[in-house]
């Protein structure tokens, strides 16, 4: 199996990695979970942290084939949209993201002309579904639970697994978002776990859990098999759900999943200006 060359950039704010996945013969790549800086103070967004992508993938020489988000994240706005016009590409999410859509839409009473069709993106990936990154052969799995449409991409040796997983002394994804579901967690897991054992693990966030110095976002298949703190093997579905449930109760909103699921359910575009020319970020007042 072909090895990606992978680069990832951490995010000091939104505790976020975005990877950078190359193929070092063609040198295509994708890039997977990007962001775009957002104040929430004032409002403004910026792009820094997109321009250290775009940068990178210029300076190496590389075309940009894919911009995947492996879900609609609820900390972070994505970039995916900006770095298209920055760098070509295809915008890619997995197919469910029309139920996120529906939800979401409805909880903030998105324009009338707003499409729940996913048709903002110009790619729905279907579960068990095939691509490639120049020569890299790729595969998406629909691994739901954290949302509705969370994705895990394959490619090469390397899987992407989003938020279902953390590194192993930090566990597993919440599962108490709309559409969010704790059983169909613990079984999205069990896909990653039929990954071959040495299956590199790419994650998209780290929060230095206690005794932990070093930020991490990767490990293998084996390790979280042997070691995930919250789903080793030998812990049951019912345990797992028990613990899930039990441990989503006591966990604030994220400081920004308002504006993030507004944008993102958008593929990273804003809400259409209103007739004073300003787009606008809706707070649903007793709603979360």
Not at 60 to 84: F, P
């Amino acid at each position: 199996m072909k090895k990606p060359e992978i680069t990832s950039f951490f995010d000091e704010a939104t505790s976020n990695v975005s990877h950078i996945v190359i193929d070092p013969g063609s040198r295509s790549c994708a890039i997977i979970d990007s962001l775009l800086d957002y104040d929430a103070a004032s409002g403004r967004t910026a792009t820094r942290s997109a321009d250290r992508l775009a940068d990178y993938v210029k300076a190496q020489g590389l075309v940009t084939e894919w911009i995947i988000d492996t879900h609609v994240h609820a900390d972070h706005l994505c970039a995916a949209h900006y770095l298209k016009t920055v760098l070509g590409g295809r915008i890619g999410i997995g197919e469910h993201i029309t139920e996120v859509q529906r939800i979401f839409g409805k909880l903030f009473n998105a324009e009338a002309a707003f499409r729940i069709d996913g048709s903002q993106f110009d790619h729905l990936f279907k579960d068990g579904e095939g691509y490639k990154v120049g020569s890299l052969e790729a595969r998406a799995i629909h691994t739901p639970g954290h949302t509705p449409a969370c994705m895990t991409h394959v490619i090469g040796d390397a899987a992407f697994v989003g938020d279902t997983l953390f590194m192993p002394d930090f566990g597993t994804a919440r599962a108490d978002f709309p559409g969010g579901d704790a059983h169909a967690l613990y079984r999205s897991i069990q896909k990653v776990f039929a990954l071959p054992a040495d299956t590199r693990i790419f994650l998209n966030h780290d929060y230095l859990p206690d005794g932990r110095e070093t930020i991490c976002w990767e490990s293998t298949v084996a390790e979280q098999r042997r070691s995930n703190i919250h789903v080793h093997e030998g812990i049951s579905e019912d345990a797992f759900v028990r613990m899930r449930n039990a441990r989503d109760k006591t966990l604030p909103m994220p400081k920004l999943i308002l504006p993030s699921v507004q944008i993102n359910i958008r593929a990273g575009e804003f809400p259409p200006p209103e007739d004073n020319g300003l787009s606008y970020i809706k707070v649903p007042i007793n709603a979360l």
